[in-house]
Structure formats: C-alpha cells, structure tokens
C-alpha cells in the first residue's frame, strides 16, 4: 500500500519562502513522476509542478521562476519530493497536494495509479 505524507505548508507573508516535502512509502523501487497541485477556494485542482525520473521538470506559468520541484533518486533513497517556494503572493495561498505517477515495486510490479498526498495548507498573507 502506498502512502504519501506531507509536511511543511503554514502562514507566510507576502515575499516570503516555504519548503514542501512529500514522503512516499510502501513497496516501492522506482517512482516515474512526482510533483505538486494546488487548489484554492472555489477553484480546481491545478499543476504546480512535476519532476519525471529522468530529470525532466515542467511548471505552471504563474510559478515559473519562483518554485522549484526536486526529488531524491539515489539508489535506495526516501522516495521524497520537495517544493522549494519563494517570492511567495497571496494568489498561491491553496491546499497543495503532493502526486506520484507510475510505481515500479520492489517486485518489478509497474502500476501506473496516481496517488495522492492528503494536502497541507500554504497561505500567504500579511
């Protein structure tokens, strides 16, 4: 059974910085895709940011330049995915979700469900 558990969303003010962390655990060996939506108030789900295992990375329009998303891929490493946020505005206050794509087990077992974080609250405000 995977899991993922988040950490690191809060208050911040305008201009301000947060880190985000996703952990994700079960029987895992490899994870394709991993990275980061949002959804505020009244609004749908949306991507933030995701990392494929080949190091390629992709950005909402509106975080580009401001976010960065990373990920652990040693060998035998945490399976974790951050979200390193700066110049933070009052428009990125949502509850972000970390998601994970494509699951290789420990068994060769690849299944391709997308998994979801149970989301942590940023809000920027001063």
């Known amino acids: 059974q995977v899991q993922l558990v988040e950490s690191g969303g809060g208050l911040v003010q305008p201009g301000g910085s947060l880190r985000l962390s996703c952990e994700a655990s079960?029987?895992?060996?490899?994870?394709?895709?991993m990275g980061w939506y949002r959804q505020a108030p009244g609004k749908e789900r949306e991507l933030v940011a995701v990392?494929?295992?080949?190091?390629?990375?992709?950005?909402?329009d509106s975080v580009k330049g401001r976010f960065t998303v990373s990920r652990d891929n040693r060998d035998n490493a945490k399976h974790t995915v951050y979200l390193q946020m700066s110049n933070l505005k009052p428009e990125d206050t949502a509850v972000y979700y970390c998601?994970?794509?494509?699951?290789?087990?420990?068994?060769?077992?690849?299944?391709?469900?997308?998994?979801w974080g149970q989301g942590t609250q940023v809000t920027v405000s001063s």
């Open positions: 990392s494929s295992r080949t190091g390629s990375t992709n950005y909402a």
């Open positions: 079960g029987s895992i060996a490899r994870i394709n895709v």
């Open positions: 998601n994970i794509v494509g699951i290789w087990n420990v068994d060769s077992y690849f299944d391709p469900t997308a998994y």
